[in-house]
């Protein structure tokens, strides 16, 4: 008999265990993007800046997809140009192109949002988006052809530190012929 109650109270102690566990798995994931209407372009850079982290956030874990330039599966410079559209900054297709426009700045002048370019002497090959910068840390979000998109810090990576290239201030992009305001 204290067997018996002892095993109730622990199936009962289980149930509302994943009971509380499902409530909050709900409550932290979301299945729809972050409001598009909330962006508009006379917000403040820092909040303009958050607004493009955010939104590109919502995409992590979507597969890579060669071309891909939909929530079905980005290549990388189909990410960012998928992101920025959101924020009605249009971009060339490829990330050589993409790094072509825009405002070249110092590392030490990169902020959220702003975007930097991999590639090899010869030429760009990969883009992604500045989420953090200080210290030892330059997170970006991109997508990788073996990851889809993910957020690393690209410092701590032998691949993709060897092969930063160049970075570009997102609000120059804000001002660029390629721009499309609303």
């Avoid at 409530?23 to 993007?33: H, I, K, M, V």
């Avoid at 995409?59 to 599966?73: A, I, M, N, S, V």
């Avoid at 989420?131 to 690209?154: A, F, P, Y």
Wanted: hydrophobic fraction near 35%; charge should be positive; aromatic fraction near 12%.
């Amino acid at each position: 008999m204290i067997h018996r109650s002892k095993f109730i109270r622990f199936i009962r102690f289980c149930i509302f265990l994943c009971v509380i566990l499902n409530f909050s798995s709900c409550a932290s994931g979301s299945t729809t993007p972050p409001d598009r209407m909330s962006y508009k372009m006379d917000i403040s850079d820092k909040k303009f800046r958050q607004n493009i982290v955010e939104y590109a956030r919502y995409f992590l874990e979507r597969p890579y997809r060669k071309c891909g330039r939909d929530e079905k599966g980005f290549d990388c410079s189909g990410f960012v140009s998928y992101v920025l559209k959101n924020f009605h900054i249009a971009l060339p297709a490829s990330s050589q192109d993409q790094s072509n426009v825009g405002k070249s700045i110092k590392i030490a002048d990169t902020s959220p949002g702003d975007l930097v370019f991999f590639g090899d002497k010869k030429r760009i090959h990969h883009v992604g988006i500045i989420t953090e910068n200080h210290k030892d840390v330059l997170m970006v979000i991109h997508s990788s052809s073996s990851n889809g998109v993910i957020e690393e810090n690209v410092l701590k990576s032998d691949y993709w530190h060897k092969r930063i290239r160049k970075f570009t201030n997102i609000q120059s992009y804000r001002t660029n012929k390629l721009v499309s305001n609303p």
